[in-house]
Nanobody
Framework: QVQLVESGGVLVQPGGSLRLSCAYS????????IGWFRQAPGKGRVGVAC????????YYGDSVKGRFTISRDSAKNTVYLQMNSLKPEDTAVYYC????????????????????WGQGTQVTVSS
């Protein structure tokens, strides 16, 4: 059974920084992808970033490129999302998810490609 637990969501001022964590349990899996998604009120779930266990390759959504960085600590089974220069439009519930396969440029941001999901953590960017 795969479990993912997000943490780190808080209220932060515009221009500030925040780091989210996703702790996951993985049993007998060699290749997988961990993705971060976000969902604002009344909107669909959108891919933010992902990282592949195979080679550490990463992909980012256009709206966060240059501001967000995804990284992993394999020893701790934890993936991080460092968010800098935060904007009010970054306000959303952030979810991490696991895809039982390697990430691709054309599929990493598709929510239904991911089989397992965490419960989400709220990030609010407001003054």
């Amino acid at each position: 059974q795969v479990q993912l637990v997000e943490s780190g969501g808080v209220l932060v001022q515009p221009g500030g920084s925040l780091r989210l964590s996703c702790a996951y349990s993985v049993i007998a899996l060699r290749w997988y992808t961990i993705g971060w998604f976000r969902q604002a009120p009344g909107k669909g779930r959108v891919g933010v970033a992902c990282i592949s266990s195979a080679d550490g390759s990463t992909y980012y959504g256009d709206s966060v490129k240059g501001r967000f960085t995804i990284s992993r600590d394999s020893a701790k089974n934890t993936v991080y999302l460092q968010m800098n220069s935060l904007k009010p439009e970054d306000t959303a519930v952030y979810y991490c998810a696991l895809d039982l396969g390697s990430a691709s440029e054309t599929g990493w941001y598709v929510p239904w490609e991911y089989e397992y999901w965490g419960q989400g953590t709220q990030v609010t960017v407001s003054s």
